[in-house]
């Protein structure tokens, strides 16, 4: 099975500055068509999870645009430019490219 | 607006069976692949199984493969799990998500609220 390790685990983050989450993978996440199933959900307390990014780098309708992800192969970064008090959750990354799907630990993203 | 709408969660003995429904709305339903993720506190979140459009695929994590049946009538908007010979850690709350097309997976754009399941004796 394909292994995310995201990190840091726990995210205190000052209102207004950048916040920085990394997903590892164990294995390429590149898939046979040539692209890469890397995806980033946002769970806020109490919700389900949300999907954010998908494709690395696509933002789903609705998202704010301080949101952004980057990354290939097997290393992805989420990066919020600015945090805000919403964003408080907690991020998980996903891979989708080979079975089974697998997601990574979940950052804790608090204000401090 | 999509919605997905789980039920049938509760608490079962080990052993036991429980029966999950996820009722959707707000898109084609036959033409999007749906799955089931579960999670805990202690293991996060955890990919169940996945069903394609049509129902003639399905895919299981090894964790519930053979206990665990996949299943969509595409005539009532609905998803189904069936899980048989429950274990203690397959307590969680399930979630049915939507998928980006017929087949294709490993997307899961929308998700439910979920529905507890307690395996206990």
């Known amino acids: 099975d394909v292994v995310l390790t995201q990190s840091p685990l726990s995210l205190p983050v000052t209102l207004g500055q950048p916040a920085s989450i990394s997903c590892r993978s164990s294995?390429?996440?590149?898939?046979?068509?040539?692209?890469?199933?890397l995806t980033w959900f946002q769970q806020r307390p109490g919700q389900s999870p949300r999907r954010l990014i998908y494709?690395?780098?696509n933002r789903d309708s609705g998202v704010p645009d301080r949101f952004s992800g980057s990354g290939s192969g097997t290393y992805f970064t989420l990066k919020i430019s600015r945090v805000e008090a919403e964003d408080v959750g907690v991020y998980y990354c996903?891979?989708?490219?080979?079975?089974?799907?697998?997601f990574g630990q979940g950052t804790r993203l608090e204000i401090k | 607006e999509v919605q997905l709408l789980e039920s049938g969660g509760g608490l079962v003995q080990p052993g036991g069976s429980l029966r999950l429904s996820c009722v959707a709305s707000?898109?084609?339903?036959?033409?999007?692949?749906l799955g089931w993720v579960r999670q805990t506190p202690e293991k996060g979140l955890e990919w169940v199984s996945d069903?394609?459009?049509?129902?003639?695929?399905?895919f299981y994590a090894d964790s519930v493969r053979g206990r665990f049946t996949i299943s969509r009538d595409n005539s009532k908007n609905t998803l189904y799990l069936q899980m048989n010979s429950l274990r203690v850690e397959d307590t969680a709350l399930y979630y049915c998500?939507?998928?980006?097309?017929?087949?294709?997976?490993?997307?899961?754009?929308?998700w439910g609220q979920g529905t507890l399941v307690t395996v206990s004796s």
């Open positions: 998500a939507k998928e980006a097309g017929s087949t294709a997976y490993g997307h899961l754009d929308s």
């Open positions: 294995q390429s996440l590149v898939y046979s068509d040539g692209i890469t199933y």
């Open positions: 996903m891979q989708g490219t080979r079975w089974p799907l697998t």
């Open positions: 707000g898109f084609t339903f036959n033409n999007y692949a």
């Open positions: 494709k690395v780098s």
């Open positions: 069903i394609s459009g049509n129902g003639g695929n399905t």
